[in-house]
Antibody
Framework: EVQLLESGGGLVQRGGSLRLSCAAS????????MSWVRQAPGKGLEWVSS????????YYADSVKGRFTISRDNSKNTLYLQMNSLRAEDTAVYYC?????????WGQGTLVTVSS | EIVMTQSPATLSVSPGERATLSCRAS??????LAWYQQKAGQAPRLLIY???TRATGIPARFSGSGSGTEFTLTISSLQSEDFAVYYC??????????FGQGTKLEIK
């Protein structure tokens, strides 16, 4: 069974940094691209960033480009999202997503709150 | 960016009745369209992918149709557990996929 367990969320001040982690199990992590998708309180879903299976290519939404960095450690079956220069509008639940040309598995999410 | 527009924003339907939700893409996404159900405090649950293929474990009362720019999710006979928010998502230009703004399905 695919399991994706996010961690690292919390309360951070505007301009601060946070690193999210996603521990994957139940599948061969190194064979799959992965993504982060977020959802602001009471709002819809927004794709944030993706990384290919070996980590060779990364992609970012314009709203986070230059501030967020996605990475992975296939030896640890873990996905990361380094978030810098955080803004109030980055407040959201961040979901870790397994990809297969489309999302095929979601974690339960971790809440990031940026205080102003 | 491909913009996904869902209608209506809120749909009020009685249990046992049929619900029809719409999703329109700003340009063709072929059949690269998924539907999700989301309940409060939970992650999205995949219902439909490829515009019309039910995901594993999804009841037959959920069906999807359409291609190109116009898509529909139909729930044939609403059960109490079906009242939730529904999102469409295009993945035609992965990974730059986009979601609709959601349709809230509420009890009439």
């Amino acid at each position: 069974e695919v399991q994706l367990l996010e961690s690292g969320g919390g309360l951070v001040q505007r301009g601060g940094s946070l690193r999210l982690s996603c521990a994957a199990s139940g599948f061969t992590f190194s064979n799959y691209a992965m993504s982060w998708v977020r959802q602001a309180p009471g709002k819809g879903l927004e794709w944030v960033s993706s990384i290919t299976d070996r980590g060779g290519s990364t992609y970012y939404a314009d709203s986070v480009k230059g501030r967020f960095t996605i990475s992975r450690d296939n030896s640890k079956n873990t996905l990361y999202l380094q978030m810098n220069s955080l803004r109030a509008e980055d407040t959201a639940v961040y979901y870790c997503v397994k990809e297969e040309g489309r999302p095929v598995g979601w974690g339960q999410g971790t809440l990031v709150t940026v205080s102003s | 960016e491909i913009v996904m527009t869902q209608s209506p924003a809120t749909l009020s339907v009685s249990p046992g009745e049929r619900a029809t939700l719409s999703c329109r893409a700003s340009q063709s996404v072929r059949s690269n369209l998924a539907w999700y159900q989301q309940k409060a405090g939970q992650a999205p649950r995949l219902l439909i992918y490829g515009a019309s293929t039910r995901a594993t474990g999804i009841p037959a009362r959920f069906s999807g149709s359409g291609s190109g720019t116009e898509f529909t999710l139909t729930i044939s006979s609403l059960q109490s557990e079906d009242f939730a928010v529904y999102y469409c998502q295009q993945y035609n230009n992965w990974p730059l996929y986009t979601f609709g703004q959601g349709t809230k399905l509420e009890i009439k």
